[in-house]
């Protein structure tokens, strides 16, 4: 866990944590905003949650930092919390629309 | 005793007070007429009182009674360097006032006791006898004032009361317009009068005249400096006292509103138009005396103006046929003989008249109103005749009164006339032959003309309505006694006054003396001109001759009634046409001064309406709804332009920023994350 070790070929160093954190948050934010099923976006919120874990910890490991780690358990714990909601969320927006896709809800529009 | 003058004005005003504000309008008749001839009777009780008293020493000094400090307007300019003008209210008792207080308070008083009588039953009785006190008091201000101001004071109460009365039956329209007529005519006196006033005061910085006298004799070389209009100061306030005098004694050229002032009860005319009010002149005249004589060309247009003013006015009494007219033009005439001997130096002559003339005068208007009263409000001529036998104790008193104003020899008028004509025949003012001409041609036709009305009153057979005829009733009590007591003073007033020719004492000439004396000319007293006693004896024969022959004359003529005297009229066209038009006098002064006056009062209403009231009224009016036109104009373009902008910009604005709200869930998500990116490329960037 050496600084030195990034420099050997195989060995995977933050930066390759951070494209894959990258490349995840991109596709869920993908699945966000492109997405119409609840259900997906729901999911796709997850992914980006485990991007910015993922980044957390990779840091954290990068710094030799214990810290970043305990404030990822924190945010898993905390993104069930969120899951539990969004499903609520889901739930009750089933049962007034009998559907769960989002473009059927747009009172808001101005 | 003297010290209570003061009350002898104070009562009538009491009266006055007692009858206009306190008494109700229920008031009986009988209340009303209790207390305005109480307080007169008081008054004059009080007058003889105040006389008797003053005449108790031989030769009596001039008694002032200063009351208050009237006015102090001040440091004045004066010609003698600044003087601290005051100007108090106060009462002097010298001859002069005596002579005036008697004549007022006693031919007022006896007046209003006929009043009573002659008003009864009318409407506005208290009203009438509030005015007749009220006057009394502005009179007896007049002539017991020991300044100019004060009598000012008096002078313009005694003018109200007098428009007051001529109006009383205001009514009439008539009546009104004569009311206004005299009031008008006096103001144009009045202004000459203040005039000469205003100069008095600032060349002496007072105006008592006391004061002022004394100042005279000390500066009289001064005063006769030219000093305005060719004139000496004293002759310029000579002209304005005299100017003044016209108009308040109805003498050329302000004589019109006397005629017209016959619209007044008839006590009015008597007391006021006859008596007292207009002799006020005279009396002003009389007072300046020591201004007069320092104006010689003054004085001699008094006396020319005077005796013009008592032979046309004479001319002008032959041919009335109103009753009451007659002896208003009677009036004027006699008041012209008072200023024909005021002009000649005659003062106490002139005051005499005055008193005599203020007795019979009186008595023969009561004696007219007994007539009017008794033919129920008719004054024509023609209408009358034959009352002699009807009215006897009338007709006595009216032929006494005629006698004595025609100059018939133990009569009041005899002495006072022969005393005018000898001042003027022994005068020195130039022409003075031509003046006492005048004067014995005047004295005939006042014979002349007081024997015809009393011919067609009184003789002859009565030619009215024979149902007044039934009627006639001499008069009660309250009207009688007067005549009486006045036909008493027509008969002996003149004993005052007997000259010396007869072999009397000319008392009241001497007890005038004080106050009439001749100015010392360069330190030697000025001995009175007069005529030799066989010279006047002859004039008094030849006046007598002229005014018996007239007197004659006129009970030829119209002692069966007017036919007669209808015919001599119709020989002399133009004659009787110019007398009985009064010469156009009044259609002269009403086509120039009354006619301009209206004309002057029309163009200024036309101004007014046109420039004043259409143009500059109206046009900032019409500015003004122009300029709130132009400020709504602005209002609603420009000021709510702007708001109704700001709300259409903002609506567009709005309109173009609602499509982002699409409320699809995505697109907040994508616009979250695009912001968030851009952020962070910002940070990049600028960190």
Partial sequence: MSPEAASSLWNVGTEHYLALSLLLFGIGLFGVINRRNLITILMSIELMLNAVNLNLVAFSYQRGDLLGQVFTVFTITVAAGEAAVGLGILLAMFRLRQTTRVDAANELAG | ?687
């Fill in chain 2, 1 to 687: 005793m003297r010290d209570l003058l003061w009350l002898v004005p104070l009562l009538p005003l009491l009266g006055a007070l007692a009858n206009g504000l306190l008494v109700g309008r229920r008031a009986s008749e009988k209340t009303v007429a209790w207390i305005a001839c109480g307080s007169s009777g008081a008054a004059a009780l009080l007058g003889v009182g105040v006389i008797v008293d003053y005449l108790r020493v031989q030769s009596p000094r001039p008694f002032a009674l200063p009351l208050w400090e009237w006015m102090s307007p001040g440091v004045l300019p004066t010609v003698a360097g600044p003087a601290n003008l005051t100007i108090g209210f106060g009462f002097l008792l010298d001859p002069l006032s005596v002579v005036m207080l008697f004549v007022v308070t006693f031919v007022g008083f006896w007046i209003h006791l006929y009043s009573v009588g002659y008003m009864a039953g009318e409407p506005g009785f208290r009203r009438y006898f509030t005015y007749l006190n009220l006057f009394l008091v502005a009179m007896l201000v007049l002539v017991l004032g020991d300044g100019y101001a004060s009598m000012f004071l008096g002078w313009e109460g005694v003018g109200l009361c007098s428009y007051l009365l001529i109006g009383f039956y205001f009514d009439r329209e008539s009546a009104a317009d004569a009311g206004r007529k005299a009031f008008i005519v006096n103001r144009i006196g009045d202004f000459a009068l203040l005039a000469g006033l205003f100069a008095l005061a600032g060349r002496f910085g007072t105006l008592q005249f006391a004061e002022i006298g004394s100042q005279i004799a000390a500066s009289a070389d001064a005063l006769r400096a030219p000093y305005v209009l060719g004139l000496s100061f004293a002759g310029f306030v000579a002209l304005c006292l005299f100017l003044g005098a016209t108009g308040k004694s109805a003498q050329i050229p302000l004589y019109i509103w006397l005629p017209d002032a016959m619209a007044g009860p008839t006590p009015v005319s008597a007391l006021i138009h006859a008596a007292t009010m207009v002799t006020a002149g005279v009396y002003l005249v009389v007072r300046s005396n020591a201004i007069f004589q320092l104006a010689p060309g003054i004085s001699a247009l008094v006396a020319w103006v005077g005796a013009a003013t008592a032979l046309v006015a004479a001319g002008f009494a032959l041919v009335q046929t109103d009753l009451k007219k007659v002896l208003a033009y009677s009036t004027i005439s006699q008041l012209g003989y008072m200023f024909l001997a005021a002009g000649l130096g005659a003062y106490a002559a002139a005051i005499f008249h005055l008193a005599t003339h203020a007795f019979f005068k009186a008595l023969l208007f009561l004696a007219a109103g007994a007539v009017i009263h008794a033919l129920g409000g008719e004054q024509d001529l023609r209408r009358m005749g034959g009352l002699w036998t009807r009215l006897p104790r009338t007709a006595r008193a009216f032929g006494i009164g005629a006698l004595a104003i025609a100059g018939i020899l133990p009569f009041a008028g005899f002495w006072s006339k022969d005393a005018i004509l000898s001042a003027a025949a022994a005068s020195g003012t130039s022409g003075h032959w031509i003046l006492y001409a005048i004067g014995l041609l005047t004295a005939g036709l006042t014979a002349f003309y007081m024997f015809r009305v009393f011919a067609l009153a009184f003789l002859g057979s009565f030619r009215g309505d024979p149902k007044a005829g039934h009627h006639l009733h001499d008069a009660p009590w309250t009207m009688a006694l007067p005549l009486f007591v006045l036909a008493v003073g027509a008969v002996a007033a003149g004993w005052l006054g007997i000259p010396e020719a007869l072999g009397g004492e000319n008392r009241f000439g001497r007890f005038l003396e004080p106050v009439v004396a001749k100015l010392a000319v360069n330190g030697v007293p000025a001995e009175p001109a007069a005529l030799s006693h066989a010279a006047e004896i002859g004039g008094m024969l030849l006046a007598l001759g002229i005014a018996v022959a007239a007197i004659l004359l006129a009970l030829r003529i119209y002692r069966a009634g007017p036919e007669r005297g209808a015919a001599l009229s119709r020989k002399f066209p133009r004659l009787h046409a110019l007398l009985e038009h009064k010469a156009w006098v009044d259609e002269v002064y009403d086509a120039t001064i009354v006619r301009g006056t209206w004309g002057l009062a029309r163009l200024a209403a036309k101004f007014d309406a046109r420039a004043i009231d259409r143009g500059l009224v109206e046009g900032a009016g019409r500015l003004t709804v122009f300029g709130s036109w132009m400020s709504g104009l602005f209002d609603r373009h420009v000021v709510d332009g702007l708001v109704n902008l700001s709300a259409w910009l903002l609506d567009r604005f709005s309109r173009s920023l609602r499509r982002v709200q699409t409320g699809a869930v995505s697109n907040y998500a994508f616009a979250i994350a695009l912001s968030a990116f851009v952020l962070v490329c910002l940070y990049a960037v600028w960190r």
